[in-house]
């Protein structure tokens, strides 16, 4: 079935009249569907670890707008968890996560081949998925990147600038590193057993990769990503991978050859126009539509949706906002997205 999946023939590196479309964040706090399914799991962790629950919020963006893929709902945030974090969430204000910034607290952590045993409801979730999906639709898993995930756990929450994790890279580059070395081996365990439950494409998420500079990013962003989809391709040849180096700016210039990735995703920082002469002739790219005009809607929606289209109609393309959709979008918008790409 994948090469009738219009997502699968973008990432194959086909160019579409019609490209296809999803949204970061898809299932969310837009969708008053959503809300009602998080109130009947309790809190958002149990939500995640409840398989019929996560597969019902992944499923609920699917029936009410027909996109293009699904992307399984989950956090970048359990990897830390299955390794022996403590993590919670507070209404409002978002994750904590107990504190890695010695020599210690990285040896209490678990080993890699551990993890499966707490994320075994999210392969249950994806196992269910490839039954429930309408045919066309492709399955998407993802995890968090390493530095990303890193700068959650070295802080505890997230923060402005991921000074915490800076300061901890300069003060115990040893302790640093052997952090970032077990969190993207247990990404290569995570993506690998999402793809043997049924993911079809797999996502990388780095949306911190912005406050890294020079060497830092080709240490700690593009070299995991590279470590990563290598691993993944070796296990799983033929499955595609986007990476999502968030407001890399001038790095994405490259990023998909020096990295073996299939398609990178781009924020809104950057304009298609650029992106298209200078990222699209590498391969594929996703984005980038500025999530405000979820909210705000009117013609200006339509009309930069129409122009995304436009600059990117020359190499193969798949349509997403330039970062997560927010809880304050209008519903309605999403559907005049759609029929602005479609129509």
């Known amino acids: 079935m994948a090469e009738t999946k219009k997502l699968m023939r973008a990432l194959a590196g086909q160019v579409q009249d019609v490209p296809p479309v999803w949204m970061m964040r898809q299932a969310g706090r837009y969708l008053p569907e959503y809300r009602a399914t998080r109130a009947q799991a309790g809190d958002f962790l149990s939500l995640c670890y409840n398989p019929d629950l996560a ?181 799983h040849p033929g499955v595609p991978v986007i990476a999502f180096p968030r407001e890399a700016g001038g790095r994405y210039i490259g990023f998909a050859r020096a990295t073996g990735a299939d398609c990178v995703a781009l924020d809104n920082s950057v304009s298609a126009d650029w992106a298209a002469q200078h990222v699209q002739p590498d391969g594929c790219v996703q984005g980038n539509l500025a999530p405000h005009h979820m909210v705000t809607g009117g013609q200006a929606l339509v009309d930069e949706t129409r122009r995304i289209v436009d600059a990117f109609s020359g190499g193969p393309h798949i349509f997403n906002l330039g970062h997560g959709i927010t809880p304050d979008a209008d519903p309605d918008n999403v559907q005049r997205m759609i029929d602005a790409i479609r129509g």
């Open 55 to 235: 597969a019902e919020v992944t499923l609920q963006p699917i029936r009410r707008y027909g996109f293009d893929a699904a992307i399984l709902f989950a956090d970048i945030l359990l990897v830390p968890q299955a390794l022996g974090a403590d993590l919670w969430f507070v209404t409002g204000e978002g994750p904590r996560l107990s504190t890695i910034t010695t020599p210690d607290d990285f040896k209490a952590l678990r080993p890699v081949e551990d993890i499966h045993e707490t994320l075994a409801p999210v392969y249950e979730t994806l196992r269910i998925l490839t039954r429930a999906l309408p045919r066309e639709t492709a399955l998407i898993g993802f995890a968090g990147a390493p530095w990303t995930v890193a700068t959650y756990m070295i802080a505890g929450r997230g923060t402005p600038d991921q000074r915490p994790a800076h300061a901890l890279m300069a003060a115990d580059p040893a302790t640093f590193d052997a952090l970032i070395a077990r969190i993207t081996a247990a990404t290569i365990e995570y993506l690998c057993a999402q793809i043997e439950a049924g993911a079809e494409v797999v996502k990388l998420f780095d949306s911190w990769a912005g406050s890294l500079k020079g060497d830092a990013f080709d240490r700690y962003a593009l070299d995991p990503a590279r470590q990563i989809i290598a691993a993944i391709k070796a296990r």
